[in-house]
C-alpha cells in the first residue's frame, strides 16, 4: 500500500531545520492557523450564497474596491486567528489602512504578516474560484510591530496562497521550494499533493486582463503580439486563460507553466499606475514563483527587490516559466 501524504504540520516540521532557528516555531504556528482559517473560509464560500453572505457591504475598501461581505468577514476571521497564535505581532490586511498591532504577541520572535483574506472577490458572486494570500516577516520584536513589513521582498521568510476552487489547495515556501497541499474535506487535514512544485521552464499559455491593452508600455504590447504569433518551433501562439483572481491565475501558471501579468497603465509615462498590491499580492507570490524555478519581474526589475515605502503600494507584474519572463523583460528593453 502506497505511504499516507504527509500532513501539513508534518510537513512543516520538516521544513523547520530550513528555517532560521528564532522563527521556526513562530512560522509553523502562524502557518498551521492560517492553514486552519482557510479550510473555515473554503466552507464559508461554499454555503455564502445560503447563507445571505453574497454582494457588497456598500463602501469602498483603502485601495478603493468595493467591498463585499465576505472581504469583511475573511479579514475578521483571518485577524482574531492570528491574535490567538500570539506569535504575530502585527497585520497588514488589504481591508484596513493601517496595520493591525497585536500586542499579545511578545518576544523577538513574533512575526508581521501581511494578508489578502479574500482576494478575487469579483468572483464571489458569480461562484468563480478566489483564494487567500499571505507573507510572513520577522518582526525584530520592535512595537509598533507593522513597520517590519516596509521593505524588500526578499525579506519574507514565508509566503503561501489557498486557492477555493473545485478543491482546497494551499501553496506555501519558507524558502526551501514551493509545496502544495489539498484539504481534505472530511478530517479538516491539508494533505500533501505537490511537493516541490518545479514550474516549467516554458508553458503555452498567458495570462492578463487584455482590456487594458491601450493603457499598456510599448514593450509589453510587442510582447502579447509576438505571444500570439504563430512560430510552431516555439509552440506560438500561446492561448489566453484568464479567471480574474491572481491565486487561481497563478496556480495554474505554477503548475502548467507559461505567464501570468498585470502590468501597469503607462498612459501617463511619467507616473506609471500599477493594480496589484506589493505586499499581500505581487510579493509573495514573487516568493512562491522563484521558489518554484520561476521568474517574477515588473518588466524592468525583479519583483522580490522592490521596496514597500506604503502599506498598500501598488507594484507591476510578470510572473511565471523562467524563459518566459526573461523574453517578456527582453521587450520591455527594446
Ligand atoms: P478583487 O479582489 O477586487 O476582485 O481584485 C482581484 C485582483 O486584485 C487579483 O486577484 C486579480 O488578478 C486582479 O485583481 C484582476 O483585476 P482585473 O479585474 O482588473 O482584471
Redesign the pocket.
Known amino acids: 500500500m502506497a505511504d499516507s501524504p504527509l500532513t501539513l504540520s508534518e510537513h512543516l516540521a520538516s521544513q523547520q531545520a530550513s528555517l532560521s532557528a528564532p522563527h521556526a516555531r513562530s512560522v509553523a504556528t502562524v502557518l498551521g492557523r492560517i492553514a486552519r482559517v482557510s479550510a473555515v473560509i473554503a466552507q464559508e464560500l461554499a454555503h455564502a450564497a445560503l447563507r445571505d453572505r453574497l454582494g457588497y457591504v456598500g463602501g469602498t475598501n483603502v485601495t478603493g ?2 467591498v463585499k461581505k465576505l ?1 469583511v468577514w475573511g479579514h475578521e476571521v483571518m485577524e482574531s486567528a492570528l491574535r490567538e497564535t500570539r506569535a504575530c505581532a502585527a497585520l497588514v490586511s488589504e481591508e484596513v489602512a493601517e496595520p493591525i498591532e497585536m500586542s499579545e504577541a511578545a518576544g523577538a520572535n513574533a512575526l508581521v504578516v501581511c494578508a ?1 483574506p ?6 464571489l458572486d458569480v461562484n468563480g474560484s ?2 487567500t494570500i499571505f507573507s510572513l516577516r520577522p518582526s525584530g520584536g520592535k512595537m509598533p510591530a507593522g513597520p517590519a513589513a516596509l521593505g524588500r521582498g526578499t525579506e519574507q521568510i514565508a509566503a503561501g496562497y489557498v486557492m477555493y476552487g473545485p478543491a482546497t489547495t494551499l501553496v506555501y515556501t519558507v524558502g526551501q521550494g514551493t509545496h502544495g497541499f489539498t484539504l481534505n474535506r472530511e478530517t479538516g487535514e491539508f494533505l500533501l499533493t505537490h511537493p516541490d512544485i518545479r514550474i516549467p521552464r516554458r508553458g503555452k499559455t498567458y495570462g492578463i ?1 487584455e ?2 491593452v491601450l493603457s499598456w508600455h510599448p514593450g509589453q504590447r510587442a510582447f502579447i503580439e509576438h505571444l500570439k504569433t504563430k512560430d510552431k518551433a516555439s509552440g506560438r501562439p500561446y492561448s489566453l486563460r ?1 479567471s ?4 487561481a ?1 497563478v496556480h495554474r501558471t505554477l503548475l502548467d507553466g507559461g505567464l501570468f501579468m ?1 502590468p501597469a497603465d503607462w498612459t501617463d509615462p511619467q507616473k506609471p499606475k500599477a ?3 506589493l505586499l499581500y ?1 505581487v510579493a509573495p507570490m514573487g516568493m512562491i514563483v522563484e521558489q518554484a524555478g520561476g521568474g517574477a519581474s515588473t518588466g524592468l526589475e525583479r519583483v522580490l527587490d522592490l521596496v514597500a515605502a506604503d502599506y498598500h503600494q501598488r507594484a507591476a507584474v510578470i510572473l511565471g516559466s523562467p524563459e518566459d519572463v526573461a523574453t517578456a523583460e527582453e521587450f520591455y528593453r527594446r
Open positions: 474596491d468595493q472581504d489578502d479574500v482576494d478575487g472577490s469579483s468572483n478566489v483564494g486582463n482590456g487594458n484568464y480574474g483572481a491572481m491565486v491565475d498585470y493594480k496589484l498590491r499580492e
